[in-house]
């Protein structure tokens, strides 16, 4: 049995607190975007994970997906099974390829096992795997707040408009985007600000990693500056990077960007 596993984009991320416990409070928006992993479960006789496609740097015995199916496997007394990830969403993109993995994996054991899991139930294996782990399980649009693992729904619907992601050749690690980051109150909160028109969100709406991490990957900011250059209403980088996604209001052609060694996806 197999499901297939969608990344998400941030728009818009705001770092409004160093907490107690070395973590950061944030408000930010996912938003699920076409782009999927393949995760599978094949009976075995002995529980292991398999990963094709993009190299996953580490052991793939350290990988959440296998975490997550362990945790349910020992309260539900669960058979051995072969988890077989393929992997097509950049790593280190800012996108939450891995958490969005771990969390398809729980939701496909609560199906092919009927453990008649809630999403409540659900999301409380995922948490503890990521801050982002527990938005996978709904997969709509969200405002995260605290550390991003507490949620509410939110009506954002971006379906009119022509969505492009741009993955430099670059791997951004979340630990170094925090290392230089300014942590400040916004006057407004970005639940708020996500329902200004399209056209305002370029002078209200930020990302706050992207000072560190466009001093240290000049590149990533250019790239952000040739999606406004070609038309775009909004662009910014997803997460902590390093993909930059724009929104254009019709299909639009990208060569000067094209030439430059990067991934493109409609999203």
């Known amino acids: 049995m197999l499901t297939f596993a969608n990344a998400k984009i941030n728009l ?42 993009i190299n996953i740097p580490g052991d793939a015995s350290d990988n959440i997906c296998l975490k997550a199916f362990q945790a349910l496997q020992r309260d539900f007394n669960l058979p051995h ?23 398809f994996l729980i939701k496909l054991t609560n199906q092919k096992f009927e453990l008649g899991l809630t999403d409540e139930q659900m999301e409380s294996y995922a948490r503890p795997l990521g801050a982002d782990c527990a938005f996978f399980i709904k997969n709509k649009p969200t405002y995260a707040f605290a550390k991003g693992d507490e949620f509410e729904d939110l009506s954002v619907d971006l379906s009119k408009y022509y969505l492009v992601l741009v993955k430099p050749p670059v791997h951004v690690s979340t630990a170094q985007a925090y290392s ?10 970005l639940k708020d600000l996500i329902h200004l028109p399209l056209q305002d969100w370029q002078a209200h709406i930020f990302n706050d990693f992207e000072p560190s991490v466009f001093a240290k990957y000049p590149q990533i900011d250019e790239i952000k500056t040739k999606l ?15 993909s930059v996604f724009a929104i254009f209001e019709k299909e639009v052609k990208l060569p000067d960007l094209e030439k430059e060694n990067l991934v493109f996806y409609d999203i």
Do not use: C, W
């Not at 980051?181 to 407004?188: D, E, G, L």
């Not at 406004?228 to 390093?242: D, H, R, T």
């Open 228 to 242: 406004y250059q070609a038309g775009a209403k909004f662009a910014l980088m997803s997460g902590s990077g390093s």
């Open 180 to 189: 230089n980051i300014n942590v400040k109150q916004p006057s407004t909160s």
């Open 81 to 103: 099974q072969q988890i077989v990830l393929l992997k097509n969403i950049p790593v280190g993109a800012g996108l939450g390829g891995g958490s969005a993995d771990a969390a």
């Open 12 to 53: 818009g991320l705001f770092l409004t607190e160093k907490r107690a416990d070395g973590y950061h409070n944030l408000q930010t928006v996912f938003y699920p975007i076409k782009i999927h992993d393949v995760v599978e479960l094949v009976d075995a006789d002995e529980t292991s994970m398999l990963i094709k496609g």
